[in-house]
């Protein structure tokens, strides 16, 4: 399964705010720190936050922190969150798309069943198993 550049960019934040659960980051350090795009990286903290993984706070001593104990976290759950727009394949989409093997696809259950079988996977494992921290590397 390919997961999505915004999904990445979710598990990154998460994986280093797990790294670092005392600390509050900023967007902007965060962005300087994985190499992407400041207003994308916004964009996914914004939907961390919708997720209810992230909070933030704006001002003197605010920044970026995880809302739950990454124990708590599953990475199942984060992906599947953040990939709830994105289909793997073209009929998965809401409006089905425009395949023309709609009607008698025999793949759709089978491609179903695998991303099933990937997230859960994930779902056995937690934040805290992959927090991430500069200091560690």
Same mark, same amino acid.
């Given at each position: 399964? +390919?997961?999505?550049?915004?999904?990445?960019?979710?598990?990154?934040?998460?994986?280093?705010?797990?790294? @670092?659960?005392?600390?509050?980051?900023?967007?902007?350090?965060?962005?300087?720190?994985?190499?992407?795009?400041?207003?994308?990286?916004?964009?996914?903290?914004?939907?961390?936050?919708?997720?209810?993984?992230?909070?933030? +706070?704006?001002?003197?001593?605010?920044?970026?922190?995880?809302? +739950?104990?990454?124990?708590?976290?599953?990475?199942?759950?984060?992906?599947?969150?953040?990939?709830? +727009?994105?289909?793997?394949?073209?009929?998965?989409?809401?409006?089905?798309?425009?395949?023309?093997?709609?009607?008698?696809?025999?793949?759709?259950?089978?491609?179903?069943?695998?991303?099933?079988?990937?997230?859960? @996977?994930?779902?056995?494992?937690?934040?805290?198993?992959?927090?991430?921290?500069?200091?560690?590397?």
């Amino acid at each position: 399964m +390919r997961l999505a550049a915004f999904t990445d960019y979710g598990l990154r934040v998460l994986m280093r705010l797990a790294g @670092t659960p005392d600390a509050r980051l900023s967007t902007a350090e965060l962005a300087a720190q994985f190499r992407v795009s400041h207003h994308h990286l916004t964009k996914v903290v914004q939907d961390l936050v919708r997720g209810g993984f992230v909070t933030t +706070r704006r001002g003197l001593g605010g920044g970026i922190s995880l809302a +739950r104990d990454a124990h708590e976290i599953g990475l199942g759950e984060v992906v599947r969150h953040l990939e709830r +727009r994105f289909a793997p394949v073209e009929c998965f989409r809401d409006d089905g798309g425009t395949c023309v093997l709609n009607a008698a696809c025999r793949l759709r259950a089978r491609i179903a069943a695998a991303q099933e079988t990937f997230l859960d @996977t994930l779902d056995q494992t937690t934040l805290a198993e992959c927090a991430w921290s500069p200091e560690a590397s």
